[in-house]
Protein backbone atom coordinates (compact mmCIF):
# COMPACT_ATOMS: atom_id res chain seq x y z
CA UNK A 1 0.00 0.00 0.00
CA UNK A 2 3.02 2.64 0.75
CA UNK A 3 3.86 1.77 -2.99
CA UNK A 4 0.53 3.25 -4.04
CA UNK A 5 0.95 6.72 -1.58
CA UNK A 6 4.31 6.69 -3.63
CA UNK A 7 3.18 6.64 -6.99
CA UNK A 8 0.12 9.02 -5.81
CA UNK A 9 2.35 11.52 -4.87
CA UNK A 10 4.90 11.75 -7.61
CA UNK A 11 1.81 12.11 -10.28
CA UNK A 12 1.41 15.28 -9.07
CA UNK A 13 4.56 16.77 -10.65
CA UNK A 14 4.16 15.41 -14.01
CA UNK A 15 3.20 17.00 -16.42
CA UNK A 16 -0.29 16.00 -18.47
CA UNK A 17 -0.67 13.40 -21.08
CA UNK A 18 -2.99 15.82 -23.13
CA UNK A 19 -2.17 17.16 -26.14
CA UNK A 20 -3.45 20.79 -26.80
CA UNK A 21 -5.21 20.76 -30.19
CA UNK A 22 -5.18 22.91 -32.28
CA UNK A 23 -2.73 25.14 -29.98
CA UNK A 24 -0.39 22.81 -30.36
CA UNK A 25 1.10 20.40 -33.62
CA UNK A 26 -0.06 16.66 -33.42
CA UNK A 27 2.79 14.46 -35.16
CA UNK A 28 1.40 12.68 -38.29
CA UNK A 29 3.61 9.53 -38.68
CA UNK A 30 5.29 8.33 -41.41
CA UNK A 31 3.12 7.10 -44.38
CA UNK A 32 -0.11 8.64 -43.75
CA UNK A 33 -2.99 7.47 -45.37
CA UNK A 34 -4.18 10.70 -46.97
CA UNK A 35 -6.50 11.71 -49.86
CA UNK A 36 -6.28 9.70 -53.74
CA UNK A 37 -4.65 11.87 -56.76
CA UNK A 38 -5.57 11.46 -60.15
CA UNK A 39 -3.60 12.46 -63.27
CA UNK A 40 -6.47 12.32 -66.38
CA UNK A 41 -3.77 11.76 -69.51
CA UNK A 42 -2.30 8.82 -67.94
CA UNK A 43 -5.75 7.12 -67.47
CA UNK A 44 -7.28 4.10 -69.61
CA UNK A 45 -10.74 4.27 -68.62
CA UNK A 46 -10.68 0.75 -67.64
CA UNK A 47 -13.04 1.34 -64.65
CA UNK A 48 -11.22 -1.04 -62.64
CA UNK A 49 -11.07 1.29 -59.34
CA UNK A 50 -14.45 1.90 -59.76
CA UNK A 51 -15.16 -1.40 -59.54
CA UNK A 52 -13.16 -2.02 -55.99
CA UNK A 53 -14.01 0.78 -54.22
CA UNK A 54 -15.71 -0.50 -51.24
CA UNK A 55 -18.08 2.44 -49.96
CA UNK A 56 -18.64 3.68 -54.19
CA UNK A 57 -16.57 6.57 -53.45
CA UNK A 58 -14.97 6.63 -57.02
CA UNK A 59 -17.54 7.35 -60.01
CA UNK A 60 -17.12 8.12 -63.74
CA UNK A 61 -19.85 9.84 -65.09
CA UNK A 62 -21.29 10.78 -68.64
CA UNK A 63 -20.58 14.02 -69.42
CA UNK A 64 -21.18 16.79 -73.15
CA UNK A 65 -17.60 18.32 -73.16
CA UNK A 66 -15.37 15.00 -72.53
CA UNK A 67 -11.28 15.11 -72.72
CA UNK A 68 -8.80 14.70 -75.74
CA UNK A 69 -7.79 11.42 -74.47
CA UNK A 70 -7.83 8.65 -77.16
CA UNK A 71 -8.62 6.33 -74.84
CA UNK A 72 -12.13 7.86 -73.56
CA UNK A 73 -14.69 6.51 -75.57
CA UNK A 74 -17.46 6.58 -74.57
CA UNK A 75 -17.19 10.56 -72.83
CA UNK A 76 -16.86 9.76 -69.34
CA UNK A 77 -15.46 11.78 -66.63
CA UNK A 78 -14.15 11.25 -63.33
CA UNK A 79 -15.64 12.37 -59.99
CA UNK A 80 -14.09 11.56 -56.26
CA UNK A 81 -15.84 12.43 -52.87
CA UNK A 82 -13.26 12.94 -50.14
CA UNK A 83 -16.16 12.57 -47.45
CA UNK A 84 -17.62 8.84 -48.45
CA UNK A 85 -13.63 8.05 -49.00
CA UNK A 86 -12.07 5.57 -46.11
CA UNK A 87 -8.59 5.81 -47.46
CA UNK A 88 -7.97 2.33 -47.68
CA UNK A 89 -6.21 2.43 -51.00
CA UNK A 90 -8.00 -0.62 -52.81
CA UNK A 91 -8.30 1.52 -55.80
CA UNK A 92 -4.34 2.24 -55.83
CA UNK A 93 -3.92 -1.81 -55.47
CA UNK A 94 -6.38 -2.39 -58.26
CA UNK A 95 -4.89 0.43 -61.03
CA UNK A 96 -2.76 -1.17 -64.04
CA UNK A 97 -0.61 1.88 -63.31
CA UNK A 98 -0.80 2.94 -59.45
CA UNK A 99 2.10 5.83 -59.59
CA UNK A 100 1.29 7.68 -62.49
CA UNK A 101 -2.11 7.77 -62.90
CA UNK A 102 -4.21 7.33 -59.23
CA UNK A 103 -1.90 7.23 -56.22
CA UNK A 104 -2.59 8.22 -52.02
CA UNK A 105 -1.01 11.36 -50.94
CA UNK A 106 -0.41 12.68 -47.12
CA UNK A 107 -2.87 16.11 -47.02
CA UNK A 108 -5.73 15.67 -44.96
CA UNK A 109 -9.38 16.38 -46.66
CA UNK A 110 -10.42 19.87 -45.66
CA UNK A 111 -13.35 20.22 -43.35
CA UNK A 112 -16.54 20.30 -45.23
CA UNK A 113 -18.79 23.50 -44.92
CA UNK A 114 -23.12 24.25 -46.11
CA UNK A 115 -21.63 25.84 -49.52
CA UNK A 116 -19.80 22.49 -50.69
CA UNK A 117 -23.32 21.08 -50.81
CA UNK A 118 -21.70 17.61 -49.61
CA UNK A 119 -24.87 15.16 -49.99
CA UNK A 120 -27.08 16.98 -52.55
CA UNK A 121 -24.32 17.09 -55.08
CA UNK A 122 -23.46 13.94 -54.57
CA UNK A 123 -27.03 12.79 -54.84
CA UNK A 124 -26.61 14.12 -58.07
CA UNK A 125 -24.03 12.80 -59.44
CA UNK A 126 -25.15 9.33 -58.73
CA UNK A 127 -28.41 9.37 -60.67
CA UNK A 128 -26.71 11.00 -63.46
CA UNK A 129 -24.62 7.76 -63.91
CA UNK A 130 -27.94 5.80 -62.97
CA UNK A 131 -29.83 7.13 -65.98
CA UNK A 132 -27.74 9.27 -68.06
CA UNK A 133 -27.81 12.64 -69.65
CA UNK A 134 -31.02 13.66 -70.49
CA UNK B 1 -17.26 -30.41 -41.05
CA UNK B 2 -19.64 -33.07 -40.60
CA UNK B 3 -23.09 -32.75 -41.11
CA UNK B 4 -25.73 -35.26 -40.16
CA UNK B 5 -29.37 -35.23 -40.99
CA UNK B 6 -32.50 -35.04 -38.49
CA UNK B 7 -36.17 -34.82 -39.21
CA UNK B 8 -38.37 -31.98 -36.72
CA UNK B 9 -39.86 -34.87 -34.74
CA UNK B 10 -36.45 -36.72 -33.32
CA UNK B 11 -34.31 -34.06 -33.19
CA UNK B 12 -34.59 -33.21 -29.10
CA UNK B 13 -33.72 -37.02 -28.31
CA UNK B 14 -30.34 -37.14 -30.64
CA UNK B 15 -29.28 -34.43 -28.90
CA UNK B 16 -30.18 -35.62 -25.90
CA UNK B 17 -28.13 -38.64 -26.85
CA UNK B 18 -25.50 -36.95 -27.94
CA UNK B 19 -24.53 -34.38 -26.06
CA UNK B 20 -22.40 -34.68 -22.70
CA UNK B 21 -21.73 -31.44 -20.49
CA UNK B 22 -18.07 -32.37 -19.97
CA UNK B 23 -16.95 -32.92 -23.75
CA UNK B 24 -19.05 -31.15 -26.35
CA UNK B 25 -20.10 -27.38 -26.72
CA UNK B 26 -22.46 -26.15 -28.00
CA UNK B 27 -22.10 -23.07 -30.50
CA UNK B 28 -25.41 -21.52 -31.59
CA UNK B 29 -28.10 -22.28 -33.72
CA UNK B 30 -28.42 -20.98 -37.60
CA UNK B 31 -30.97 -20.28 -40.29
CA UNK B 32 -30.30 -20.58 -44.09
CA UNK B 33 -33.05 -19.24 -46.79
CA UNK B 34 -33.29 -21.90 -49.59
CA UNK B 35 -36.71 -19.97 -51.53
CA UNK B 36 -39.71 -18.68 -50.60
CA UNK B 37 -41.15 -21.52 -48.38
CA UNK B 38 -38.06 -23.35 -47.23
CA UNK B 39 -35.25 -22.56 -44.56
CA UNK B 40 -32.69 -24.75 -43.15
CA UNK B 41 -32.00 -24.94 -39.41
CA UNK B 42 -28.70 -25.72 -38.17
CA UNK B 43 -27.71 -26.68 -34.53
CA UNK B 44 -23.58 -26.22 -34.46
CA UNK B 45 -21.73 -28.12 -31.65
CA UNK B 46 -17.52 -28.56 -31.26
CA UNK B 47 -15.31 -30.25 -28.94
CA UNK B 48 -13.19 -29.72 -26.32
CA UNK B 49 -9.77 -30.12 -26.33
CA UNK B 50 -9.56 -31.58 -30.22
CA UNK B 51 -8.49 -29.19 -32.70
CA UNK B 52 -10.80 -28.90 -35.77
CA UNK B 53 -13.82 -30.55 -34.94
CA UNK B 54 -17.08 -29.12 -35.71
CA UNK B 55 -20.43 -31.38 -36.10
CA UNK B 56 -23.37 -29.97 -37.20
CA UNK B 57 -27.10 -31.41 -37.38
CA UNK B 58 -29.54 -29.64 -39.75
CA UNK B 59 -33.13 -30.35 -41.25
CA UNK B 60 -35.27 -28.31 -43.59
CA UNK B 61 -38.53 -26.56 -42.19
CA UNK B 62 -41.78 -24.71 -43.95
CA UNK B 63 -43.39 -21.52 -42.78
CA UNK B 64 -45.97 -22.90 -40.25
CA UNK B 65 -43.70 -25.81 -38.87
CA UNK B 66 -42.76 -25.44 -34.94
CA UNK B 67 -39.40 -25.85 -34.08
CA UNK B 68 -39.10 -28.18 -30.83
CA UNK B 69 -36.77 -26.21 -27.59
CA UNK B 70 -33.74 -27.57 -26.30
CA UNK B 71 -33.68 -25.63 -23.54
CA UNK B 72 -33.91 -28.08 -20.69
CA UNK B 73 -30.58 -29.74 -21.80
CA UNK B 74 -28.69 -26.81 -22.97
CA UNK B 75 -29.76 -24.05 -20.95
CA UNK B 76 -28.02 -21.30 -23.01
CA UNK B 77 -29.25 -21.58 -26.36
CA UNK B 78 -32.35 -19.53 -25.15
CA UNK B 79 -30.99 -16.69 -26.79
CA UNK B 80 -30.09 -17.85 -30.04
CA UNK B 81 -33.85 -19.59 -30.41
CA UNK B 82 -34.78 -15.76 -29.92
CA UNK B 83 -32.84 -14.45 -32.70
CA UNK B 84 -34.55 -16.82 -34.86
CA UNK B 85 -37.97 -15.58 -34.19
CA UNK B 86 -37.03 -12.32 -35.16
CA UNK B 87 -34.85 -12.59 -38.44
CA UNK B 88 -36.81 -15.38 -40.11
CA UNK B 89 -40.82 -15.24 -38.45
CA UNK B 90 -40.51 -18.70 -37.65
CA UNK B 91 -42.03 -20.24 -34.50
CA UNK B 92 -40.15 -21.73 -31.66
CA UNK B 93 -41.30 -23.68 -28.76
CA UNK B 94 -41.07 -21.01 -25.61
CA UNK B 95 -39.59 -18.30 -27.07
CA UNK B 96 -41.21 -14.93 -27.57
CA UNK B 97 -40.16 -11.83 -30.02
CA UNK B 98 -38.65 -8.72 -29.37
CA UNK B 99 -34.65 -9.39 -28.88
CA UNK B 100 -33.50 -6.69 -31.35
CA UNK B 101 -36.58 -5.32 -33.35
CA UNK B 102 -39.63 -4.32 -31.72
CA UNK B 103 -42.34 -6.55 -30.26
CA UNK B 104 -45.13 -6.08 -32.74
CA UNK B 105 -42.75 -5.02 -35.95
CA UNK B 106 -43.86 -7.16 -38.97
CA UNK B 107 -40.26 -7.65 -41.03
CA UNK B 108 -38.82 -10.67 -41.26
CA UNK B 109 -34.96 -9.55 -42.32
CA UNK B 110 -33.31 -12.79 -43.07
CA UNK B 111 -36.45 -14.26 -44.79
CA UNK B 112 -36.12 -14.85 -48.26
CA UNK B 113 -37.02 -11.81 -51.03
CA UNK B 114 -37.40 -9.38 -48.06
CA UNK B 115 -36.57 -6.01 -49.60
CA UNK B 116 -35.60 -4.38 -46.13
CA UNK C 1 -46.85 -14.41 4.77
CA UNK C 2 -44.74 -13.51 1.10
CA UNK C 3 -42.16 -10.72 1.47
CA UNK C 4 -42.84 -7.57 -0.66
CA UNK C 5 -40.65 -7.20 -3.55
CA UNK C 6 -39.58 -3.78 -5.68
CA UNK C 7 -38.54 -3.29 -9.01
CA UNK C 8 -35.39 -1.54 -9.53
CA UNK C 9 -34.01 -0.65 -13.42
CA UNK C 10 -30.08 -0.72 -14.13
CA UNK C 11 -31.59 1.27 -17.55
CA UNK C 12 -29.70 2.22 -20.46
CA UNK C 13 -28.60 5.39 -19.13
CA UNK C 14 -26.81 5.42 -15.99
CA UNK C 15 -23.65 6.42 -14.54
CA UNK C 16 -21.08 3.82 -14.46
CA UNK C 17 -22.06 2.23 -17.93
CA UNK C 18 -19.95 1.66 -20.82
CA UNK C 19 -22.70 -0.08 -22.48
CA UNK C 20 -26.45 0.29 -23.97
CA UNK C 21 -27.84 -2.72 -22.33
CA UNK C 22 -31.03 -2.59 -19.69
CA UNK C 23 -31.74 -4.66 -16.55
CA UNK C 24 -35.30 -5.03 -14.56
CA UNK C 25 -34.03 -6.32 -11.20
CA UNK C 26 -37.13 -7.77 -9.15
CA UNK C 27 -35.48 -7.23 -5.14
CA UNK C 28 -36.17 -8.28 -2.17
CA UNK C 29 -34.51 -6.09 0.63
CA UNK C 30 -31.41 -5.33 -1.94
CA UNK C 31 -30.80 -8.90 -2.82
CA UNK C 32 -31.80 -9.86 -6.31
CA UNK C 33 -34.09 -12.75 -6.78
CA UNK C 34 -35.52 -11.69 -10.92
CA UNK C 35 -34.14 -10.55 -13.41
CA UNK C 36 -35.32 -9.22 -17.45
CA UNK C 37 -32.88 -7.69 -19.58
CA UNK C 38 -32.67 -6.12 -23.05
CA UNK C 39 -29.98 -6.15 -25.45
CA UNK C 40 -30.66 -4.89 -28.88
CA UNK C 41 -30.80 -0.76 -28.79
CA UNK C 42 -27.58 -0.94 -31.62
CA UNK C 43 -29.42 -3.32 -34.39
CA UNK C 44 -28.23 -2.29 -37.60
CA UNK C 45 -28.84 -5.23 -39.87
CA UNK C 46 -24.96 -6.32 -40.97
CA UNK C 47 -26.07 -9.37 -41.87
CA UNK C 48 -28.52 -8.37 -44.19
CA UNK C 49 -26.25 -6.00 -45.95
CA UNK C 50 -23.42 -8.28 -46.54
CA UNK C 51 -26.03 -10.76 -48.75
CA UNK C 52 -27.66 -8.41 -50.50
CA UNK C 53 -25.23 -5.13 -51.24
CA UNK C 54 -21.91 -5.49 -50.60
CA UNK C 55 -19.57 -7.68 -53.08
CA UNK C 56 -17.19 -10.68 -51.77
CA UNK C 57 -14.07 -8.79 -51.90
CA UNK C 58 -15.59 -5.83 -50.00
CA UNK C 59 -17.08 -7.32 -47.07
CA UNK C 60 -13.82 -7.50 -44.37
CA UNK C 61 -13.84 -3.32 -44.81
CA UNK C 62 -17.39 -3.83 -43.82
CA UNK C 63 -17.53 -6.64 -41.17
CA UNK C 64 -14.48 -4.41 -39.69
CA UNK C 65 -16.76 -1.83 -38.33
CA UNK C 66 -19.22 -3.55 -35.99
CA UNK C 67 -17.21 -3.27 -33.47
CA UNK C 68 -14.33 -0.53 -31.91
CA UNK C 69 -12.36 -2.57 -30.11
CA UNK C 70 -12.70 -6.03 -31.85
CA UNK C 71 -12.24 -4.80 -34.89
CA UNK C 72 -9.07 -6.70 -36.26
CA UNK C 73 -10.53 -10.39 -35.32
CA UNK C 74 -14.02 -9.79 -37.36
CA UNK C 75 -11.73 -8.83 -40.62
CA UNK C 76 -9.19 -11.71 -39.99
CA UNK C 77 -11.80 -14.17 -39.16
CA UNK C 78 -13.85 -13.53 -42.13
CA UNK C 79 -11.22 -13.27 -44.52
CA UNK C 80 -9.99 -16.66 -43.35
CA UNK C 81 -12.78 -17.91 -44.17
CA UNK C 82 -12.99 -17.13 -47.64
CA UNK C 83 -9.53 -17.78 -48.44
CA UNK C 84 -10.43 -21.53 -47.33
CA UNK C 85 -13.00 -21.61 -50.53
CA UNK C 86 -10.62 -20.02 -53.06
CA UNK C 87 -7.67 -21.42 -54.62
CA UNK C 88 -4.47 -20.32 -53.93
CA UNK C 89 -2.14 -20.22 -50.09
CA UNK C 90 -1.22 -17.21 -47.96
CA UNK C 91 2.55 -16.70 -47.15
CA UNK C 92 4.18 -17.42 -43.68
CA UNK C 93 5.34 -13.76 -43.71
CA UNK C 94 1.52 -12.27 -43.79
CA UNK C 95 0.38 -14.96 -41.28
CA UNK C 96 2.68 -13.46 -38.89
CA UNK C 97 2.14 -10.25 -39.28
CA UNK C 98 -1.25 -10.56 -38.88
CA UNK C 99 -0.56 -12.69 -35.19
CA UNK C 100 1.40 -9.53 -34.50
CA UNK C 101 -1.85 -6.94 -35.17
CA UNK C 102 -4.17 -9.59 -33.17
CA UNK C 103 -1.43 -10.05 -30.11
CA UNK C 104 -1.09 -6.34 -29.49
CA UNK C 105 -5.33 -5.87 -30.05
CA UNK C 106 -5.35 -8.31 -27.08
CA UNK C 107 -3.52 -6.03 -24.70
CA UNK C 108 -5.21 -2.67 -25.34
CA UNK C 109 -8.83 -4.25 -24.96
CA UNK C 110 -7.73 -6.25 -21.54
CA UNK C 111 -6.36 -2.97 -20.22
CA UNK C 112 -9.76 -1.21 -21.05
CA UNK C 113 -11.40 -4.19 -19.03
CA UNK C 114 -9.11 -3.46 -15.96
CA UNK C 115 -9.15 0.16 -15.43
CA UNK C 116 -12.95 -0.07 -15.39
CA UNK C 117 -12.62 -2.53 -12.67
CA UNK C 118 -10.67 -0.62 -10.49
CA UNK C 119 -12.71 2.76 -11.33
CA UNK C 120 -15.93 0.67 -10.03
CA UNK C 121 -14.05 0.24 -6.56
CA UNK C 122 -13.93 3.57 -6.58
CA UNK C 123 -9.71 3.49 -7.15
CA UNK C 124 -10.08 6.33 -9.87
CA UNK C 125 -6.24 6.79 -9.74
CA UNK C 126 -5.27 3.52 -11.12
CA UNK C 127 -8.02 3.82 -14.03
CA UNK C 128 -6.08 7.15 -15.25
CA UNK C 129 -2.73 5.45 -15.13
CA UNK C 130 -4.00 2.40 -16.86
CA UNK C 131 -5.34 4.67 -19.44
CA UNK C 132 -1.95 6.34 -19.95
CA UNK C 133 -0.31 3.68 -20.74
CA UNK C 134 -2.60 2.56 -22.99
CA UNK C 135 -1.87 4.71 -25.82
CA UNK C 136 2.05 3.49 -26.29
CA UNK C 137 0.13 0.42 -27.70
CA UNK C 138 -1.91 2.64 -29.80
CA UNK C 139 0.82 5.03 -30.78
CA UNK C 140 2.70 1.54 -31.98
CA UNK C 141 -0.42 0.16 -34.03
CA UNK C 142 -0.50 3.40 -35.89
CA UNK C 143 3.07 3.37 -36.65
CA UNK C 144 2.20 -0.52 -37.87
CA UNK C 145 -1.00 0.15 -40.29
CA UNK C 146 -1.55 4.16 -40.06
CA UNK C 147 -4.51 4.74 -38.04
CA UNK C 148 -5.09 3.97 -34.23
CA UNK C 149 -8.75 2.34 -34.29
CA UNK C 150 -9.66 1.40 -37.89
CA UNK C 151 -6.96 -0.74 -39.36
CA UNK C 152 -8.07 -2.02 -42.72
CA UNK C 153 -5.25 -4.07 -42.39
CA UNK C 154 -6.02 -7.57 -43.83
CA UNK C 155 -7.61 -8.16 -47.34
CA UNK C 156 -8.06 -11.56 -49.12
CA UNK C 157 -5.15 -12.95 -49.75
CA UNK C 158 -2.28 -10.89 -47.16
CA UNK C 159 -1.81 -7.86 -45.49
CA UNK C 160 -1.83 -4.23 -46.87
CA UNK C 161 1.95 -2.87 -45.91
CA UNK C 162 5.04 -4.43 -44.37
CA UNK C 163 6.99 -3.66 -41.30
CA UNK C 164 9.99 -1.27 -41.60
CA UNK C 165 13.07 -2.58 -39.37
CA UNK C 166 13.10 1.21 -37.43
CA UNK C 167 9.11 0.20 -36.52
CA UNK C 168 10.49 -3.44 -35.51
CA UNK C 169 12.77 -1.94 -33.06
CA UNK C 170 10.12 0.41 -31.68
CA UNK C 171 7.75 -1.95 -31.19
CA UNK C 172 10.35 -4.01 -28.92
CA UNK C 173 11.56 -1.21 -26.84
CA UNK C 174 8.18 0.45 -26.12
CA UNK C 175 6.77 -3.39 -25.16
CA UNK C 176 9.63 -4.13 -23.00
CA UNK C 177 9.12 -0.80 -20.61
CA UNK C 178 5.35 -2.21 -21.19
CA UNK C 179 6.00 -5.34 -19.10
CA UNK C 180 7.81 -4.27 -16.12
CA UNK C 181 4.37 -1.42 -15.90
CA UNK C 182 2.28 -5.07 -15.35
CA UNK C 183 3.99 -6.88 -13.34
CA UNK C 184 4.06 -3.26 -10.74
CA UNK C 185 -0.37 -3.60 -12.05
CA UNK C 186 -0.03 -7.54 -10.77
CA UNK C 187 1.38 -6.61 -7.20
CA UNK C 188 -1.01 -3.75 -7.03
CA UNK C 189 -3.92 -5.93 -8.10
CA UNK C 190 -2.80 -8.75 -5.20
CA UNK C 191 -2.36 -6.32 -2.00
CA UNK C 192 -4.45 -3.47 -2.43
CA UNK C 193 -6.84 -4.14 -0.05
CA UNK C 194 -9.42 -1.69 -2.70
CA UNK C 195 -9.10 -4.28 -5.38
CA UNK C 196 -8.64 -7.50 -3.59
CA UNK C 197 -10.18 -8.09 -0.67
CA UNK C 198 -13.08 -6.35 -2.10
CA UNK C 199 -13.64 -8.32 -4.85
CA UNK C 200 -13.08 -11.97 -3.28
CA UNK C 201 -16.07 -14.17 -3.21
CA UNK C 202 -17.99 -12.25 -5.32
CA UNK C 203 -19.93 -13.00 -8.77
CA UNK C 204 -18.91 -16.57 -8.95
CA UNK C 205 -19.26 -19.53 -11.07
CA UNK C 206 -18.79 -22.57 -10.50
CA UNK C 207 -16.78 -24.69 -12.94
CA UNK C 208 -20.36 -27.48 -13.22
CA UNK C 209 -22.24 -24.46 -13.67
CA UNK C 210 -19.82 -23.02 -16.38
CA UNK C 211 -20.08 -26.14 -18.47
CA UNK C 212 -23.86 -26.28 -18.60
CA UNK C 213 -24.01 -22.27 -19.65
CA UNK C 214 -21.19 -23.30 -22.29
CA UNK C 215 -18.99 -20.44 -21.00
CA UNK C 216 -16.47 -19.36 -23.35
CA UNK C 217 -13.08 -16.68 -23.12
CA UNK C 218 -11.41 -15.40 -19.60
CA UNK C 219 -14.88 -16.56 -17.94
CA UNK C 220 -14.22 -19.89 -18.68
CA UNK C 221 -10.67 -20.16 -17.92
CA UNK C 222 -11.19 -18.24 -14.42
CA UNK C 223 -13.62 -20.99 -13.25
CA UNK C 224 -11.54 -23.93 -14.40
CA UNK C 225 -11.93 -25.06 -18.26
CA UNK C 226 -9.29 -25.67 -19.88
CA UNK C 227 -10.24 -24.30 -23.29
CA UNK C 228 -8.83 -21.71 -25.40
CA UNK C 229 -9.59 -21.06 -29.33
CA UNK C 230 -5.86 -21.00 -30.03
CA UNK C 231 -5.04 -24.14 -28.86
CA UNK C 232 -7.87 -25.82 -30.71
CA UNK C 233 -7.32 -24.25 -34.18
CA UNK C 234 -4.67 -25.16 -36.97
CA UNK C 235 -5.11 -22.31 -38.75
CA UNK C 236 -2.42 -20.05 -37.28
CA UNK C 237 0.79 -20.51 -35.75
CA UNK C 238 0.15 -20.27 -32.21
CA UNK C 239 2.66 -23.21 -31.60
CA UNK C 240 5.13 -21.85 -32.99
CA UNK C 241 5.63 -18.70 -30.95
CA UNK C 242 5.32 -19.77 -27.87
CA UNK C 243 1.63 -19.51 -26.27
CA UNK C 244 0.57 -20.97 -23.24
CA UNK C 245 -2.94 -21.10 -21.76
CA UNK C 246 -3.73 -19.40 -18.45
CA UNK C 247 -6.33 -20.92 -15.81
CA UNK C 248 -7.25 -19.81 -11.74
CA UNK C 249 -9.71 -22.03 -9.71
CA UNK C 250 -12.07 -20.17 -7.69
CA UNK C 251 -14.37 -17.91 -10.61
CA UNK C 252 -14.69 -14.56 -9.28
CA UNK C 253 -13.86 -11.27 -9.90
CA UNK C 254 -10.68 -11.51 -8.39
CA UNK C 255 -9.95 -14.85 -10.54
CA UNK C 256 -11.02 -13.20 -13.58
CA UNK C 257 -8.94 -9.80 -13.06
CA UNK C 258 -5.72 -12.48 -12.60
CA UNK C 259 -6.12 -14.11 -15.71
CA UNK C 260 -6.45 -11.08 -18.07
CA UNK C 261 -3.14 -9.45 -16.40
CA UNK C 262 -1.06 -13.12 -16.93
CA UNK C 263 -2.60 -13.29 -20.50
CA UNK C 264 -1.05 -9.71 -21.10
CA UNK C 265 1.93 -11.05 -19.94
CA UNK C 266 2.27 -14.00 -22.30
CA UNK C 267 1.11 -11.64 -25.38
CA UNK C 268 3.95 -9.55 -24.99
CA UNK C 269 6.23 -12.61 -25.03
CA UNK C 270 4.48 -13.80 -28.13
CA UNK C 271 5.38 -10.62 -29.65
CA UNK C 272 8.53 -10.15 -29.07
CA UNK C 273 9.30 -13.74 -30.29
CA UNK C 274 7.45 -12.86 -33.64
CA UNK C 275 9.52 -9.94 -34.38
CA UNK C 276 12.48 -12.46 -33.49
CA UNK C 277 12.12 -14.60 -35.79
CA UNK C 278 9.79 -13.23 -38.67
CA UNK C 279 10.03 -15.58 -42.00
CA UNK C 280 11.05 -13.55 -45.23
CA UNK C 281 8.80 -13.60 -48.00
CA UNK C 282 5.83 -11.55 -50.12
CA UNK C 283 3.34 -10.00 -48.11
CA UNK C 284 0.32 -10.13 -50.60
CA UNK C 285 -0.63 -13.22 -53.28
CA UNK C 286 -3.97 -13.23 -55.63
CA UNK C 287 -6.36 -15.83 -55.27
CA UNK C 288 -8.73 -16.17 -58.18
CA UNK C 289 -12.34 -17.31 -58.48
CA UNK C 290 -15.31 -16.96 -56.93
CA UNK C 291 -16.41 -18.61 -53.69
CA UNK C 292 -18.00 -21.94 -53.56
CA UNK C 293 -20.12 -24.15 -50.63
CA UNK C 294 -19.23 -23.71 -47.08
CA UNK C 295 -16.85 -23.23 -43.84
CA UNK C 296 -17.55 -22.63 -40.37
CA UNK C 297 -13.99 -20.82 -39.29
CA UNK C 298 -13.34 -19.74 -35.08
CA UNK C 299 -10.56 -17.15 -33.92
CA UNK C 300 -10.23 -16.10 -30.15
CA UNK C 301 -10.96 -12.72 -29.74
CA UNK C 302 -10.40 -10.80 -26.03
CA UNK C 303 -13.40 -11.80 -25.00
CA UNK C 304 -13.87 -15.29 -26.07
CA UNK C 305 -14.46 -16.92 -29.25
CA UNK C 306 -15.88 -15.65 -32.76
CA UNK C 307 -17.53 -17.75 -35.06
CA UNK C 308 -17.98 -16.94 -38.65
CA UNK C 309 -19.96 -19.31 -41.48
CA UNK C 310 -20.18 -18.31 -44.53
CA UNK C 311 -21.52 -19.94 -47.65
CA UNK C 312 -21.30 -18.81 -51.52
CA UNK C 313 -22.11 -20.29 -54.91
CA UNK C 314 -19.96 -18.78 -57.57
CA UNK C 315 -21.40 -15.29 -57.80
CA UNK C 316 -20.09 -12.17 -56.66
CA UNK C 317 -22.37 -11.56 -53.61
CA UNK C 318 -22.64 -14.11 -51.40
CA UNK C 319 -25.56 -16.27 -49.94
CA UNK C 320 -25.29 -15.93 -45.96
CA UNK C 321 -23.03 -14.28 -43.40
CA UNK C 322 -23.78 -15.78 -40.08
CA UNK C 323 -21.67 -13.97 -37.17
CA UNK C 324 -21.87 -15.53 -33.67
CA UNK C 325 -20.03 -12.83 -31.21
CA UNK C 326 -18.41 -13.90 -27.56
CA UNK C 327 -20.66 -11.68 -25.55
CA UNK C 328 -24.00 -13.29 -27.31
CA UNK C 329 -23.49 -16.44 -25.90
CA UNK C 330 -21.99 -14.76 -22.29
CA UNK C 331 -25.20 -13.30 -21.87
CA UNK C 332 -27.36 -16.61 -20.10
CA UNK C 333 -24.53 -17.25 -17.76
CA UNK C 334 -24.36 -13.59 -16.86
CA UNK C 335 -28.24 -13.67 -16.16
CA UNK C 336 -27.72 -16.53 -13.92
CA UNK C 337 -24.93 -15.11 -11.85
CA UNK C 338 -26.98 -11.93 -10.80
CA UNK C 339 -29.35 -14.10 -8.58
CA UNK C 340 -28.47 -13.76 -5.06
CA UNK C 341 -26.13 -11.41 -5.44
CA UNK C 342 -26.79 -7.52 -4.02
CA UNK C 343 -27.72 -4.78 -5.58
CA UNK C 344 -25.08 -2.68 -5.16
CA UNK C 345 -22.35 -4.77 -6.59
CA UNK C 346 -23.99 -5.29 -9.93
CA UNK C 347 -21.98 -3.09 -11.72
CA UNK C 348 -18.93 -4.09 -10.51
CA UNK C 349 -20.18 -7.72 -11.61
CA UNK C 350 -21.33 -6.07 -15.13
CA UNK C 351 -17.99 -4.34 -15.47
CA UNK C 352 -16.11 -7.66 -14.85
CA UNK C 353 -17.26 -9.21 -17.30
CA UNK C 354 -16.15 -7.06 -20.22
CA UNK C 355 -19.57 -6.81 -22.16
CA UNK C 356 -19.67 -5.23 -26.16
CA UNK C 357 -23.23 -4.45 -26.80
CA UNK C 358 -22.39 -3.58 -30.49
CA UNK C 359 -20.74 -6.70 -31.29
CA UNK C 360 -24.03 -8.23 -29.83
CA UNK C 361 -26.81 -6.58 -31.80
CA UNK C 362 -25.48 -6.19 -34.77
Known amino acids: MLESLKKAFTNLFKKPQTISYPVGEIKKPKDYRGLIEYSEPD ?47 ECVRACPKPQEALWQSEKKPNVATKGDRVNDGWFEIETLKKEGIK | MKKIEVTLKNVVNVIREFYKPTKHHFLTLNGLAIDEQTTEIQWIFSEYAKTDEIIVFYVDVKEDDVIPSIVEIIPSAIISQREIVDMFGLKVEDSQSGLYLDEDSLAKPLSFGCAI | MSKKTINI ?87 YLRVLMVELDRIHSHMLCLSHVSENAGFEAMFMRIMGDRESVMDLQEALSGNRVQFDYVSIGGVNRDIQSDVASKVKETLSELRKKVEGYIEEFENNWSLSLRYKGIGALSKEEAYSYNAIGPLARASGIITDVRSESTALPYNDIGFEIVTKEDGDIYARNMVRLYEMLNSITMCENIIDSMPEGEIFTKLKGKPEGEIITRLEAPRGELMYY ?50 TAK
Open chain 1, 43 to 89: CIYCLKCEKACPPGAILFVPTENPSDNEKNKKSQIYEYNPWLCIYCG
Open chain 3, 310 to 359: VKGSKKPILDRVRIKTPTFSSIPAFMHIFEGEEYANAPAILASFDPCMSC
Open chain 3, 9 to 95: PLGSQHISLLEPIRFKFTCENETIVGIDSDVGFVHRGVEKACSSKFKFDAIPYVVARICGLCAITHSLSYTMAVESLLDGEVTQRAQ
